[in-house]
Each structure stands twice: as C-alpha cells, then as structure tokens.
C-alpha cells in the first residue's frame, strides 16, 4: 500500500504550489478528493481526467486516510 501512494502521489515545490498532485501531473489530490465528495462517480472522474487510472483515485483515497490518522505533537 505505501508504495502504491509513492509512486502515484508525488510532491514538486515548483508544481501546484508543492501541493500533492498525482504522477508529477498537474491534478491535485485535493481536486480529485473534493469531486468524489461531491458525489462524482470514479468513472465520471477518469472519463473528466482521461490520463488518470483508477488506481490514481485509490492511492488519494488512501492518502487522505494515512494523513487523517496522523497524529500531531503539540508543543
């Protein structure tokens, strides 16, 4: 699982303000995960994104859970 989210989500300071985005493309996971919030279909996502791959919708499915679950040190 882990690499799946390294090799589909990456980090580019100079892209999308360093935001995370998916395969080096200029889609952000925020993006992908705000249409499935609002009820797009997976299949209406890749059909809107045609260089996507559903594996690309569950590696952002699955990054959101990871950086949900993570705990934070208050100083």
Do not use: F, W
């Not at 390294?6 to 249409?35: A, Y």
């Not at 890749?46 to 934070?72: F, H, M, S, W």
Request: with cysteine.
């Amino acid at each position: 699982m882990n690499e799946q989210i390294e090799s589909r989500i990456t980090h580019n300071p100079l892209q999308c303000g360093g935001k995370p985005c998916i395969r080096g493309m200029r889609i952000r996971v925020s993006d992908i995960l705000q249409m499935l919030a609002d009820g797009v279909s997976s299949e209406v996502i890749l059909l809107d994104y045609p260089d996507l791959e559903l594996a690309d919708i569950q590696a952002c499915l699955l990054y959101a859970a990871r950086r949900a679950n993570l705990e934070r040190l208050v100083a």
